[in-house]
């Protein structure tokens, strides 16, 4: 039976709309079957326009979210006294809801000054659905003690300790800068760079959970960088011109700086993620942001006042910076104006912003109580799926356990420091950057990105030395020489390779500026294959909306034998358990069963027979047509017998062509996300990079190497 979950704010300003998208994607990383619904759109801005949170979702998830009833037909029934028409309505959509879910999640309406009918009618939609109910609050400027009276004001308007179905209370914007009234002032704190800065009381999370009366099912800390919004949605706020478009989608403010001092006064201002405002007809403040744009600051974007045309010499000497990506755009409005007007910016992430949503969404969950996660679902007996959130959250939480060190040669490389500064951040790997220190620290640096714990930088130059004579001894038989090895330890992935090969850490991850053989082969000729392997092959885990699906071998073995194919399906299969993947194994051609003939249709079909021969344990069949493997109603007319046949999980290819198209065909067209590739059969950890790969990209390879070295440490 499902059980339902409704989030009940206690106030404005809560976060509400953060709150259930995290809990969303705390269920989602259980595999949680998760309807959602709220039943009464409500809009800051008022109207019947679409409601947030349902918006968010359908943008950017495919978990079932029901039809919210608009504002003003809520409104006319409670009007005219007609309640039980509106519960019916509710109870309608909940239904539809409902059909799928194990869990239904509601979000409930924000009492306001315009909607002061919101707290009885969340509690009369609480009690007609069964709902277990979970107060969202904000500390705001409360004490524990003050917090705790709060919690209970806010019980006993529904039903106080009798109701049984109050369940929890979740706590939002833990430290926040606030005013006086309470309310959430970023502007006072991090985001404006004035002199009217909000103390900030720390508050030991240890005493709200002493104080608090009703169990605390979340706490989630107030964060900056969940706010920070993209140069563009400032923009278009103000309605500015474009002067340069630069990276004005990507590039986020975190800072917001009135450049009215003079340029060595202001030097100190030019940071990553700042938006520098300035009036249009200060030049200096202009070229001094391109001079710091062109060493590398990722200024977050430049906003010129005053509607002044950009003189053309300007324009044109600024042209290299402008290249690197600087967005700069012009209000006609002066410099106060200006100023007001940014204040009055809603923080809201828009349901287009995916990677903002994203972040947000796993640092919420991250502070939802898992416990409770797991209660909602006991007694289910549903089966889980493997979603793309629930593997990317174990893809983090098997890394941070396995506390592995991971060695990256492109130890200069923006991309690479950045996701090692993540993984030191989240825990995932301790990485060693092979790199010149000062270059290293320069670059990072211009990003904003802060080389702390966690994170080691080895200077090539000061140790290449000391390898090479293993160097020569792994290699004499190919008449490795002292000299040859020095100059082949100017590479910093032989050098990578070779620490890995003596233990001194677990992993290595490349392939960012390298290409695929310059990262493989140093490792095929000093680390070798692993005992009982024959062949090293390749898979990438591909993020599908509602499911995670393994491809192989799509990066190395150009035309496989059947012998060779048969491997790459075990080890294949092998990975995807490792992963949390149940293995069924399709054995892909351009024919299913045995309708058709031919060499290459052949090799699939004995590479079956090998690998159902060599590891009965597994569920493998082919030959399969990739429809036949995947569709349920193709599977039925095509091979109706077949124990893959429509459920395939892991999808084997006869070649590198067809895997390598593949994938990217379907990377490209159903725009997911693909993770690898993730080398197999290797005796040590190797991972390749694309060098088109995204910082994320090499976070999760990194989370992949640092897993497979605790996978080859347990099974050694």
Not at 286 to 297: F, K, P, Q, Y
Not at 641 to 657: E, H, M, Q, R
């Amino acid at each position: 039976m499902s059980r339902t979950i409704m989030l009940i704010p206690t106030g404005t300003s809560v976060g509400l709309t953060s709150v259930s998208l995290g809990v969303v994607r705390a269920m989602e990383r259980k595999g949680v079957r998760l309807g959602v619904f709220k039943p009464v759109a409500q809009s800051r801005s008022g109207g019947d326009v679409p409601d947030q949170t349902t918006s968010i979702i359908r943008a950017n998830s495919t978990v079932f979210t029901a039809e919210p009833l608009s504002m003003s037909y809520v409104e006319n029934l409670l009007s005219t006294n007609q309640q039980d028409v509106l519960m019916e309505a509710i109870v309608e959509r909940y239904q539809e809801c409902a059909k799928n879910s194990e869990v239904i999640l509601i979000e409930g309406l924000v009492p306001t000054y315009n909607h002061q009918f919101a707290n009885a009618l969340n509690y009369e939609i609480a009690k007609t659905l069964g709902a277990e109910i979970v107060f969202v609050m904000a500390l705001g400027t409360d004490s524990p003690a003050q917090l705790k009276e709060r919690i209970e004001l806010a019980r006993s308007n529904f039903g106080g300790s009798k109701n049984e179905n109050i369940t929890g209370v979740i706590i939002n914007k833990l430290n926040a800068p606030v005013d006086d009234q309470g309310r959430t002032r970023p502007d006072l704190s991090e985001m404006f760079d004035d002199t009217s800065k909000a103390a900030i009381s720390v508050v030991d999370t240890a005493q709200l959970f002493t104080n608090s009366t009703l169990p605390i099912l979340g706490c989630i800390p107030w964060n900056l960088d969940l706010i920070a919004t993209r140069a563009i949605d400032m923009a278009h706020h103000l309605k500015a011109k474009i002067l340069n478009e630069g990276q004005i989608r990507t590039r986020r403010i975190k800072a917001i700086t009135f450049c009215s001092r003079s340029v060595p006064n202001m030097l100190a201002h030019f940071r990553p993620g700042s938006l520098l405002v300035t009036s249009a007809d200060r030049p200096d403040v202009l070229v001094s942001a391109c001079l710091a744009a062109m060493n590398g600051v990722e200024i977050g974007a430049v906003l010129l006042t005053g509607g002044y045309e950009m003189d053309e010499r300007i324009h044109k000497l600024c042209e290299q910076a402008f290249q690197t990506g600087l967005p700069v755009f012009m209000v006609e409005t002066n410099t106060w104006q200006t100023s007001l007007s940014l204040q009055s910016f809603r923080l809201e992430a828009p349901a287009d912003d995916h990677e903002r949503i994203e972040s947000s969404q796993d640092y919420i969950a991250s502070h939802i109580n898992s416990e409770w996660i797991d209660t909602l679902t006991a007694n289910s007996e549903g089966s889980r799926r493997m979603s793309p959130p629930a593997f990317r959250y174990q893809l983090t939480e098997l890394a941070r356990k396995a506390g592995k060190r991971v060695v990256l040669p492109e130890g200069e490389e923006p991309r690479t420091i950045k996701a090692a500064a993540i993984c030191a951040a989240r825990g995932i790997a301790q990485c060693i950057l092979l790199g010149n220190p000062e270059e290293v620290k320069r670059v990072a640096e211009a990003q904003g990105v802060e080389l702390g714990k966690g994170i080691e930088i080895v200077d090539p130059v000061q140790v290449r030395e000391q390898y090479v004579p293993r160097l020569v001894e792994l290699r004499k038989s190919k008449g490795m020489t002292e000299v040859v090895a020095r100059e082949q330890l100017q590479d910093n992935v032989v050098l990578g390779t070779l620490m890995l090969e003596q233990n001194e850490v677990d992993g290595l991850v490349s392939g960012a500026v390298h290409t695929t053989a310059n990262t493989i082969r140093p490792p095929l000729q000093l680390i070798k294959t692993a005992p009982g392997s024959s062949l090293v092959s390749s898979i990438f885990f591909m993020l599908l909306p509602e499911q995670v699906l393994v491809y192989g071998d799509c990066a190395i073995n150009p035309d496989p034998t059947a012998e060779q194919l048969a491997e790459i399906a075990i080890q294949s299969a092998d990975s995807a358990t490792a992963f949390g993947i149940e293995p069924r194994v399709a054995m892909i051609s351009y024919s299913t069963g045995n309708s058709g003939t031919g060499s290459d249709v052949d090799k699939v079909r004995e590479a079956t027979r090998i690998a159902q021969e060599k590891r009965p344990d597994l569920i493998i069949d082919g030959p399969l047509q990739y429809d036949a493997a995947i569709m349920e109603d193709v599977a039925r007319s095509k091979a109706p017998d077949s124990p893959v046949a429509g459920k395939a999980t892991v999808f084997i290819f006869p070649d590198l062509n067809t895997g390598n198209t593949t994938y990217k065909a379907v990377q490209r067209s159903a725009d997911l996300v693909s993770i690898g590739p993730m080398l197999q059969g290797m005796r040590k950890p190797v991972n390749d990079l694309s060098r088109g790969a995204l910082v994320d990209d090499i976070v999760y390879t990194v989370a992949l190497t640092a897993i497979q070295a605790a996978q080859n440490e347990a099974n050694s």
